[in-house]
């Protein structure tokens, strides 16, 4: 009963959506705001990849309540599971040799892959957000592989406050010299190399680092 | 064009089998490949910055995340 | 055909949007509903994503010289989408751990028996 009743909700939706969809045809050109930051992406804020200006010059302000949502939910992730630790077993089972040394040898280059995206993100594909997830993960394979190594909480913490701080203090400074919050008072540089963008890569630096021990902090607060 | 074609029926394919198994880490892992063809789709329409985002965390760290949630409840659905 | 090799992006992002919509209202288990929620998140970016596209469009990245801007996809959907993916996957391991709450304090993930045992 319930599962016909559902489908024909479903089937009424789905009605609605085609005829929706009917006026956006796929492929067409519909682009109107994205023109401007295409043509003028580069002169104006110095960055190769439009993606990241917009994310960080054109719509600052809105990654930094992002990255504030995000750490409403590890905060709220932590509420919720406190006082719930289990006992961590002593005779928690070492893993395997082969997967001890591997990870040892893996742990520094999945980290140095990771800061590798975060700090080219405004020359390549990447950036902060890619970056700091793959830099959880390489946290992840070492909760997984070597137990006994566990980095300590407060670390995550202070590592994710000093990344919001770092934002943030970046567009008082901008606010100060340029007239407005996240504005880019450094010089642009020439297009397409590493020393570029003024304050973008700064700010990728700073979102990866908060990003990366956010996620890890919640694997850590999970498996725990 | 065939290639999307296959990759779209197969992501479907996996969605429709992880809403059937009885066992949650079989339908977990349905999900991780559901993240990863989508992943290739946002390549496909010239995102790759999405695409990295969405194969890091989509298949990695969301599988990650529902496997240690299914080791501290039940692993069965009844 | 012909249509539905135009159309088969939407019918791939709506698709999943239907299937997770499908097992959000029939299904029992919490962890379930939850994975179906995650489907309906990938299928909305998915679909922000399609919205953007131009046929036989290059990424908005100036990487070498000689790229033609005018051929160039839509980058605002683009960095929406980047960020809703990390909010995507704080919010679900929010929701995760209320589940494990759950099960810790009904000793079930049946959401009829919870509901049963509330009223």
Redesign the interface.
């Given at each position: 009963m319930?599962?016909i009743i559902?489908?024909i909700?479903?089937g009424i939706?789905?009605v609605g959506?085609i005829f929706a969809?009917y006026s956006?045809?796929?492929?067409?050109?519909?682009?109107k705001?994205?023109k401007h930051?295409?043509?003028n992406?580069?002169k104006e804020t110095g960055a190769?990849?439009?993606?990241?200006s917009?994310?960080l010059n054109y719509?600052g302000f809105?990654?930094l309540g992002?990255v504030t949502?995000?750490f409403i939910?590890?905060l709220?992730?932590g509420v919720?599971?406190y006082g719930?630790k289990k006992k961590r077993k002593e005779g928690l089972e070492p893993a395997s040799l082969v997967l001890y040394t591997g990870c040892r040898f893996l742990f520094p280059l999945i980290l140095l892959f990771g800061a590798y995206?975060f700090i080219h993100g405004h020359?390549?594909?990447?950036?902060g957000?890619?970056g700091g997830?793959?830099i959880?993960?390489g946290f992840?394979l070492s909760y997984l592989g070597c137990p006994r190594k566990w980095i300590s909480k407060e670390r995550f913490n202070i590592t994710e406050s000093l990344g919001g701080l770092v934002f943030v203090i970046m567009g008082l400074i901008g606010l100060t010299i340029g007239g407005y919050f996240l504005s880019n008072f450094l010089p642009k540089g020439i297009?397409?190399t590493l020393f570029s963008a003024g304050i973008i890569p700064i700010l990728y630096c700073a979102v990866g680092f908060k990003?990366g021990a956010?996620?890890a902090g919640?694997?850590y607060?999970?498996?725990e | 064009m065939i290639f999307v074609f296959l990759l779209v029926f197969l992501m479907l394919a996996g969605a429709i089998v992880a809403s059937i198994f009885k066992d949650l880490m079989n339908s977990v892992i349905a999900m991780a490949l559901v993240s990863l063809i989508a992943s290739i789709l946002f390549y496909f329409l010239q995102a790759p910055d999405v695409a990295m985002a969405e194969a890091s965390i989509g298949a990695a760290l969301t599988t990650a995340i529902f496997i240690i949630a299914i080791r501290r409840t039940k692993r069965h659905e009844e | 055909m012909n249509f539905l090799s135009n159309n088969i992006y939407y019918i791939g992002c709506f698709g999943l949007i239907f299937i997770g919509l499908y097992i959000v209202l029939t299904k029992k288990n919490l962890i379930k509903v939850i994975i179906g929620i995650n489907f309906i998140d990938t299928g909305v970016n998915l679909f922000l994503i399609t919205i953007g596209y131009i046929r036989g469009g290059t990424a908005p990245i100036f990487s070498r010289p000689g790229l033609n801007p005018e051929r160039m996809v839509d980058p605002i959907p683009q960095a929406l989408v980047l960020t809703t993916i990390v909010i995507g996957v704080s919010v679900l391991a929010l929701a995760l751990s209320l589940a494990i709450r759950l099960y810790h304090h009904y000793g079930t993930l049946n959401l009829r028996k919870i509901r049963e045992l509330k009223w």
């Open positions: 319930r599962k559902s489908l909700l479903l939706v789905c959506i969809l956006i045809p796929f492929g067409k050109d519909k682009i705001v994205g930051y295409i043509y992406g580069i190769v990849n439009i993606v990241t917009v994310v719509r809105d990654t992002e949502i995000l939910a590890a709220g992730l919720v599971l719930k995206i020359l390549t594909p990447g950036g957000f890619q997830a793959i959880a993960s992840l297009a397409n990003v956010e996620l919640i694997i607060n999970m498996i | - | -």
